[in-house]
């Protein structure tokens, strides 16, 4: 059903994975580049079990989505430094793949989807190169520090745990299996050890872990309509700050916030239907 294409890109030096799924034999007029988040790269966007993957499901309602590994992550090529990507490297990661995806395609303008850190990455992009940009979401906007925790080591040493660790606990403390299915859980840590490894760059990591009154996102710099789609569960969404500061978005965006979601709406059980019925609905208006 399905044709994905790899789109060959260097920066600084660095090869950049980008690719892009589409409807087989579809020419759509529609084109999204996806932003992946810190530790792990952009495959997280495509898990493919039933209706869950995000990619897909853009593909399916007509969109060109594209995907991109910020130079370190995933099929990126290596970087020596792993404080070298950090969040404005990786939006200028960001601006290299929208110019290579408007020549590509010959569309002027495309929409933007970051998740996690990928909020505060492509945000930093748009603030700076709002050109080829119609629509900017950000799902699970980290608008402040999350910690103020000192990041020593250049690199992240991953592991399955640590890869599962965004999904909601039980009381216990377990990955609670009635938000997530066994099989997402699966996937989705798969996907992370086989495309990220054992270690990925600490320079988006670094910028994150600062106090939470240092803010991240500037949203009353940012000129294209935007959605900031999140759970009330999302640890690292300070909401106290965050829900105050949302209504300062340009006019034509819009706040939605999904009752008992966490980091990884998109892939829980009870809530990612609202998740893509939300975000179909911002896109499509």
Known sequence: MYTYQEFPL??????????CLTMADAVPERHILLI???????????????????????ARNGYAVWSLDIAGYGRSGAVEDGFLPNTDYAAEDICAAVERIVAESGCEKIDLLGWSWGTVTSSRFVKKYPRHIRKLVLVAP?????????????????????AAEDFQADAAG????????????????SACWRYDGDSSPNGGRRDLLVDPG??????????????ALFGDRDPYVNLP???PMLPRLPDGSAVECIPGAAHVAMYEKPFYHSFQEKLL???NE
């Open 10 to 19: 260097v920066r600084n030096g660095v090869a950049l994975h980008l690719d």
């Open 36 to 58: 992946h988040g810190v530790t792990y790269s952009s495959r997280e966007f495509d898990i493919d079990y039933r209706d869950y993957s995000l990619s897909r499901l853009l």
């Open 142 to 162: 980290i608008l402040t520090g999350v910690g103020d925790i000192p990041v020593t080591e250049p690199f992240h040493r991953n592991t399955w745990a640590h």
């Open 174 to 189: 377990n990955i609670d299996l009635t938000i997530v299915e066994p099989i997402i859980l699966d996937m989705f840590c």
């Open 214 to 227: 240092v803010m991240l996102i500037d949203v009353e710099a940012i000129s294209v309509p935007t959605l």
């Open 241 to 243: 700050v965050t829900l």
């Open 281 to 283: 609905k911002f896109l």
